[in-house]
């Protein structure tokens, strides 16, 4: 008998439970990883349904050009035919995003602004489960996927600088350089024969350009290349002093606050 709205002053009505049905892609190519991250899933949310998985990124682009996005994407990152991030350059992905990789998490840090989560291969299961409890408090959110793929871009480092000389145009390779640094106001390149070049760059641009692999800006005047390194000695008042070759006409000093930097630089 439906007592409501009749006798809800005597008795209390309690509507009957509706199921929230979840529906989740799975991305993966490995077959066995995932029929295992589907019995997990199932059994952490059994309310949730496995609509369908994947295993390229054609097939996924595909599939997501074709069917209503679902409430969550489990992805791995090595496909078939290629890389998923992929997927991202050729469908707008409405749905949240798990990650699912054997990569380490050094390599995986942006993962962690803008996707839900990153699963390491195997998949543990209180690490789902927490990624699982992260989804549910992101709902009604949209991660910035843009801006994932922004950060996953490797940075495009130079490998030539255009300098001039006289009147003419010429070009210096980033792997000749042997430091630069500022003086009166101007940018300098030495190379590795000890030549003297002026650049149009700041310092502070340099720095954004230059792969920091292989160039370390040792203080605010001067930013030296890996192989120009002769000679390193412990400097007064915690600083470091370094021999370079070609032979600067100054003292090449690292800054105590750059010092624990310098040394982790060195030590890659």
Sequence with gaps: ??????????????????P???????????????????GMVGRFRPDWRIVDVI???????QWLRTFAHPDL?????????????????????????IFTTAYDKYTLKAFKVNSIDYLLKPIDKQELAAALDKYDSWQG??????????QLTPPAYKE???????QQLTYLLTESLAYLYSEDGLTFATDTHGKRWVLENSLDEAEGFLNPKYFFRTNRKMIL????????????????????????????????????????????
């Design 55 to 61: 295993d390229s990124v054609e097939a996924s682009v």
């Design 73 to 97: 994407l489990f992805m791995d990152i090595q496909l078939a035919d290629g890389v998923s991030f992929d997927i991202f350059r050729q469908v707008k992905v409405e749905a949240p995003v």
């Design 160 to 166: 030539r600088l255009l300098v001039k000389t006289g």
């Design 1 to 18: 008998m439906n007592l409501c709205p009749i006798e809800r002053a005597r008795r209390r009505c309690v509507a009957p439970a509706v």
């Design 225 to 268: 290349h890996l192989q120009s390194i002769r000679r390193i000695s412990v400097h007064f008042n915690s600083r470091l002093k370094l021999e370079l070759l070609p032979l600067p006409a100054f003292e090449v000093i690292v800054s105590r606050e750059r010092v624990n930097d310098f040394k982790k630089w060195l030590d890659a």
């Design 141 to 150: 959110k949209t991660p910035d996927f843009a801006q994932l793929l922004r």
């Design 20 to 38: 929230q049905f979840m529906n989740v892609l799975i991305i993966e190519d490995e077959q066995p990883a995932a029929k295992q991250l589907a």
